[in-house]
């Protein structure tokens, strides 16, 4: 594979973790610890500890992004409980979109999604959008193709130049590989990342070798080096280990040696 300039994304996944009065120390702590050249850092915290993670990066590092971990598909009107895209705005730069959890437990579809992810792009927020089988389609040889049609629904029907522009990002997260300690191989994640982009070249992306991919699914500091030894892949969307500074100095740190080589390996 060519050398790519493709960027290096670490993004915390906080999930429904963290309250307003720890999250921005947290931040702080982890913001502090993972100043890493080369390295885009994202922390996404749940909606209501947003405001307070903003404000603590601002003042300490505002390097770090912050994103949410979902918006709604419609701008307003009578949806008790959630949150739109223009209520983000000034809150969050990024957005995590179509995670597995809000597929399971909140019947999100990928027609559903697909609006989503247009209403982040029309309110400036940078997607990432996130998809993955289940262990029996993996079981059953059907990883791919499932992964091709939540590509497919999410992505059908939007301009591929104007998601690009938005700067998409692609979580692969198997679903088996989530809060359960057991992380695909590097391979694997490899060979998905690069049936991703060529089905995004179906789909009619013409720079689909620009759009960075990650993986997802129980990263810790002691496996992030096999995902990131692919060339394929640009970094991860971490759940668990993202709450523990510790983990994220070290994911951090890993991956920051990717970023370098990537730069010098084009200089
Ligand atoms: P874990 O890292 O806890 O497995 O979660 C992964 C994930 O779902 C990130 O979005």
Request: aromatic share 4%.
């Amino acid at each position: 594979m060519m050398p790519t300039m493709r960027p290096v994304v670490i993004a915390a996944n906080w999930k429904m973790n963290t309250t307003p009065s720890d999250a921005a120390e947290l931040a702080r702590t982890i913001a502090g610890r993972t100043r890493v050249a080369g390295v885009t850092r994202v922390i996404c915290p749940p909606f209501v500890c947003l405001a307070s993670v903003r404000d603590a990066l601002v003042a300490d590092d505002p390097q770090v992004a912050v994103g949410a971990q979902d918006v709604h598909h419609e701008l307003a009107g009578a949806y008790t409980g959630d949150t739109s895209a223009p209520m983000l705005d000034g809150l969050a730069t990024w957005v995590i979109i179509g995670h597995s959890e809000r597929r399971r437990d909140h019947g999100e579809t990928d027609e559903r999604i697909g609006r989503k992810l247009g209403r982040a792009v029309d309110g400036g927020l940078r997607p990432i959008l996130c998809v993955g089988e289940q262990l029996a389609d993996r079981d059953a040889g059907r990883a791919f193709e499932v992964v091709e049609r939540q590509l497919g629904g999410a992505l059908d029907g939007h301009d591929a130049a104007r998601v690009a522009a938005a700067r998409l990002v692609i979580a692969y997260e198997p679903v088996w590989a989530i809060g359960t300690g057991r992380n695909a191989l590097g391979s694997d994640a490899a060979a998905m990342a690069e049936a991703i982009r060529a089905t995004l070249g179906r789909l009619g992306w013409e720079r689909a070798g620009e759009v960075p991919i990650l993986y997802g699914g129980s990263v810790t500091a002691a496996n992030i080096g096999e995902f990131l030894a692919e060339p394929s892949i640009d970094g991860a969307l971490v759940g668990g280990a993202s709450l523990k500074p510790d983990e994220m100095a070290g994911i951090v740190g890993r991956a920051g040696i990717t970023a370098a080589a990537r730069l010098s390996a084009i200089s």
